[in-house]
Each structure stands twice: as structure tokens, then as C-alpha cells.
């Protein structure tokens, strides 16, 4: 198991998508975080994540830190890259009813 998958483990896939999500925003945003300043949790039109989802992504992201020995602001291509793409296969395998349409899916073919 992973360092990803050790943090997300017993999430719902929509909150471990989340993470996945505002974590890569972090890791995007690394390099230019102290002149830019952006909060990468707040988006332009809508409210901020759940506290779980919030909670979760810092400690993934400072667990990532720690395994490289470094902040993520000094990361080259390579580290950056190796995360990325271990946040790209986990998120691959979540499950598919997670997504808005597959919610509706789900909903339209259950049991009445």
C-alpha cells in the first residue's frame, strides 16, 4: 500500500477523489505559493471543502514532504512528476458511482 492510499484509506470515493484534487492543486501550486498566495482550497464560486477533505489533504501533502525530505516548493521535475502521477492511479481506481452521473445512475436504477 502506498503513502497515498495509507492517508485515504476509509474515505468515501468522493472525499478521497477530493483530496486528490485539492492535492494536486497544492502540488501545483508549491513553487509560486509565496508570491501567489492563492488558497488552494477556495474556488471561485464555491464554498470551501469539507473539514475531512481539508484535514486530509494537509496531511497527505506534508506526508509527501516528508518522504522526499524537502517542501514541496523545492521539488524538481521528477518529484513532482512521481506524485502526480501516484495521485492520477490512485484516483483511477476509485470507484465509478462517485461522480455526479453515476449517482444518478445508481439512483434511476435502484430497487422501488
Known amino acids: 500500500m502506498n503513502i497515498i492510499e495509507n492517508y485515504l484509506l476509509g474515505l468515501s470515493s468522493t472525499k478521497a477523489r477530493s483530496v486528490c484534487y485539492y492535492l494536486s492543486r497544492k502540488l501545483k501550486q508549491a513553487k509560486i505559493f509565496k508570491d501567489y498566495s492563492k488558497n488552494p482550497f477556495i474556488e471561485a464560486d464555491s464554498s470551501l471543502p ?10 497527505l501533502f506534508f506526508a509527501i514532504e516528508g518522504a522526499e525530505s524537502m517542501t514541496a516548493d ?10 502526480m502521477s501516484a495521485i492520477f492511479e490512485f484516483e483511477k481506481g476509485l470507484s465509478a458511482n462517485s461522480t455526479p452521473t453515476a449517482r444518478v445512475q445508481d439512483f434511476l436504477n435502484r430497487d422501488v
Do not use: C, I, P
Open 50 to 59: 469539507d473539514e475531512v477533505v481539508m484535514a486530509k489533504t494537509k496531511e
Open 74 to 83: 523545492r521539488f524538481d521535475d521528477a518529484a513532482y512528476s512521481k506524485w
